[in-house]
């Protein structure tokens, strides 16, 4: 099974700056890993797939970069509608379909 | 536009077992893809559960130890998941989803299953 090490686990960024999550890989996933926001009472929304493309409606300020093991989802310009929890996934060797921990993003 | 839709019980108790249904519109599940449940017990990550394709053949987590059996009724269009032998351990809110390789395309709402007496 590949586990996925997500950090930091909180983060608290002041509106207008930039945010930076880490995402890492037991095993090299390729590039095979996607990003999701998951807010409250809302099923999780796919943010970045292939690690770099944004999904269909995805703000340009997210970004996404990282291969093999290391991986880095960059939040552009804060908004204040931007706080939500952010999971990484493999999706390279499954089953199991594995992700992160989470990383909890606060706006300020 | 594909929707997926969870329902079933929101409360369980314990040793019994867990039943959800997932309604699909907009695609008609025979097609092919995996459909598969993935949940997020309070206060901790997304967990997969397992997936079926749309040919019968199913894949779950190992870290449920076997507890798990996922089904899919091409007729109705819907697929299902139960959970036996629960714990308090088991609460969470559970979402369907669906998915042709492992990135998930289509997620559910999701619905909040409690485990308790």
């Known amino acids: 099974e590949i586990v996925m090490t997500q950090s930091p686990a909180t983060l608290s960024v002041s509106p207008g700056e930039r945010a930076t999550l880490s995402c890492r890989a037991s095993?090299?996933?390729?590039?095979?890993l996607a990003w999701y926001q998951h807010k409250p009472g809302q099923a999780p929304r796919l943010l970045i797939y292939g690690a770099s493309t944004r999904a269909t409606g995805i703000p340009a300020r997210f970004s996404g970069s990282g291969s093999g093991t290391e991986f880095t989802l960059t939040i552009s310009s804060l908004q204040s509608e931007d706080s939500a929890v952010y999971y990484c996934q493999q999706y390279n060797n499954w089953p199991p379909i594995t992700f992160g921990q989470g990383t909890r993003l606060e706006i300020k | 536009q594909v929707q997926l839709q969870e329902s079933g019980p929101g409360l369980v108790k314990p040793s019994e077992t867990l039943s959800l249904t997932c309604t699909v519109s907009?695609?008609?599940?025979?097609?092919?893809?995996?459909w598969g449940w993935i949940r997020r017990p309070p206060g901790k990550g997304l967990e997969w559960i397992g997936s079926?394709?749309?040919?019968?053949?199913?894949y779950d987590n190992p870290s449920l130890k076997s507890r798990v059996t996922i089904s899919v009724d091409t007729s109705k269009n819907q697929f299902s998941l139960n959970l036996n032998s629960v714990t308090a351990a088991d609460t969470a809110t559970y979402y369907c989803?669906?998915?042709?390789?492992?990135?998930?395309?289509?997620w559910g709402q999701g619905t909040l299953v409690t485990v308790s007496s």
């Open positions: 989803a669906g998915h042709l390789t492992g990135l998930i395309d289509y």
């Open positions: 079926v394709y749309h040919s019968g053949n199913t």
């Open positions: 907009g695609y008609s599940i025979s097609r092919g893809y995996y």
């Open positions: 095993q090299s996933v390729s590039s095979n």
